[in-house]
């Protein structure tokens, strides 16, 4: 894709990225390292981290990468501690890291349940409460990755969906305590996204066809998609913008358009 943004607009800045070695969000970690921020990432996986870090600072960016857990508030506390001793700061929080599996209702165990929502909503909480201290210092910013499978309901989805609603209910809370700090929080609610974790898990081959014409664009989205929201959300373009969480779905969701 031709280059949609000045060089450089996130230059100078620190972004903790969690969930940032794979997927989305490893998409929008190279994307912010291009823009010029030096990056903290995360993740459960060691060799994941490792594949990532690798590949930013090939292309010659800064990368530091830890190992965590979202739902040990511990090992955030020290991933946060971590980054602040490596780079000095934090200015960017972007939170990624999320579970998911298509499951019906009745077939879901409570610990199924739970553990979605420990790690997308109770997960996004840790990252925020953590790195709060910090983004005070910074005025810094905080986007939290969601989705759209709750604004209509979403068969195998109710986990995700109750976790969703809940990362929603985080932004619009945080923004209106943390605006008086100088701290924005979005969000991007992002539909079918190609070359995904969760699109291969979510989407049987067979729906591919059919749910691909009931998308207004009549695409996939594309992780670079996603890159381009986040750009924008986190640079000074959107400076008066908070408690907002964009969708980038190409009008799906509008149409009700389940993944059954
Ligand atoms: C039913 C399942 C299950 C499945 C796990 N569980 N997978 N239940 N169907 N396929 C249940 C287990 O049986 C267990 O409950 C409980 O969940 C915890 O499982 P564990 O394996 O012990 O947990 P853990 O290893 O901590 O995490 C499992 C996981 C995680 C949540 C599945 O590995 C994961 O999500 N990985 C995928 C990461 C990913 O794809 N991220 C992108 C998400 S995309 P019991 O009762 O047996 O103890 C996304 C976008 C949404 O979120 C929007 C798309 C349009």
Known sequence: MDKIFADNI?????????????????????????????????????????AQKQFIEENGGECFAIAADVRDYAAVENAIAETVKHYGKIDIVV?????????????????????????????????????????????????????????LATPMQIHVSAAKAGVDAITRNLSVEWGRYGIRVNGIAPGPIEDTEGMKRLLLPELKDKLVKRIPLQRFGRIADIENAALFLTSDAASYINGVTLVVDGGQWLLGTSLM
């Open 95 to 151: 939170n990624g890291a999320a579970g998911n599996f298509l499951c019906k209702a009745n077939e879901l165990s409570a610990n199924g349940f739970a553990t979605v929502v420990d790690i997308d909503t109770k997960g996004t909480f840790n990252v925020c409460r953590a790195a709060f201290e910090e983004l005070k210092s910074s005025r810094g910013q905080i986007l939290n990755i969601s989705a759209t499978l709750h604004y």
């Open 10 to 50: 996130l230059q100078g800045k620190v972004a903790f990225v969690t969930g940032g070695a794979t997927g989305i969000t490893g998409g929008v970690a190279r994307a912010f390292s291009e823009a010029g921020a030096k990056l903290a990432i995360t993740s459960r996986k060691e060799e994941n981290l490792i």
